[in-house]
């Protein structure tokens, strides 16, 4: 089964500048790939996907990069702010269908 | 609301006994998935369903844990003779099946085994 490996497993940066999350997948039929945030004490919410058709997807101040052939996959933020503070959590499946999630990343952006 | 809904939304319990978690998810999405999330810690993929085909066990950590869904309705999780280190909030999300798209997350269940 597909195994997604996430890193950092912490992250700090200073207001302002930007933090990068990446992962791994094991199968390369996964085509999916989405990006979920989740504040404390609520279930994660998705930010941002993408296919495996497409090598890259801005929406405003987040970005995914995809690169198949070495299977992974990051998350961009820039211009972070105090709001951006979560625990983000990439993921990979076919089609959207038996989909694992990597261990995420607590991000801490610092006024 | 129209969101996926889980209950209880705490639960307390003495080790050993049986607890049963429910999951009501967006009506008309055929996929629904169950998660484990310790402290602190990522995503534990426990179990999937996906419309009537046979679910996808392969996460259950013991055979204290089962699950079942009717058709494309609701799902209870049962965590029998539970032990502390079962002490999570469990995660329920479901999602449209046949391509891709967003799973949306209930609010969990805070379980807590003394």
């Known amino acids: 089964g597909e195994n997604v490996e996430q890193h950092p497993s912490t992250l700090s940066v200073q207001e302002g500048d930007s933090a990068v999350i990446k992962c791994t997948y094991s199968?390369?039929?996964?085509?999916?790939f989405p990006w979920y945030k989740q504040e404390l004490g609520k279930g994660p919410q998705l930010i941002i996907d993408?296919?495996?058709?497409?090598g890259e997807k801005k929406d405003q101040r987040i970005a995914v990069t995809l690169n198949k052939t070495a299977k992974h996959f990051s998350l961009h933020i820039t211009e972070t702010q105090p709001e951006d503070s979560a625990v983000y959590f990439c993921?990979?499946?076919?089609?959207?269908?038996?989909?694992?999630f990597g261990a995420g990343t607590r991000l801490t952006v610092k006024p | 609301g129209a969101g996926v809904s889980q209950s209880p939304s705490n639960k307390v319990t003495e080790k050993g006994k049986d607890v049963e978690l429910r999951c009501d998810p967006i009506?008309?999405?055929?996929?629904l998935y169950w998660y484990r999330q310790r402290l602190g810690q990522g995503l534990e993929f426990l179990i999937y369903?996906?419309?009537?085909?046979?679910?996808?066990k392969s996460g259950l950590p013991s055979d204290r844990f089962s699950a079942e869904r009717t058709g494309e309705s609701v799902s209870t999780l049962t965590i029998q003779r539970t032990q502390q280190e079962d002490s999570a909030v469990y995660l329920c999300?479901?999602?449209?099946?046949?391509?891709?798209?967003?799973?949306?997350f209930g609010p969990g269940t805070r379980l807590t085994v003394l």
């Open positions: 369903f996906q419309g009537n085909s046979a679910p996808d």
């Open positions: 199968d390369s039929a996964s085509n999916y």
């Open positions: 993408i296919r495996s058709n497409v």
């Open positions: 009506s008309g999405h055929t996929a």
């Open positions: 999300a479901s999602t449209t099946s046949g391509g891709v798209g967003e799973q949306f």
């Open positions: 993921a990979a499946s076919i089609d959207n269908n038996d989909m694992r």
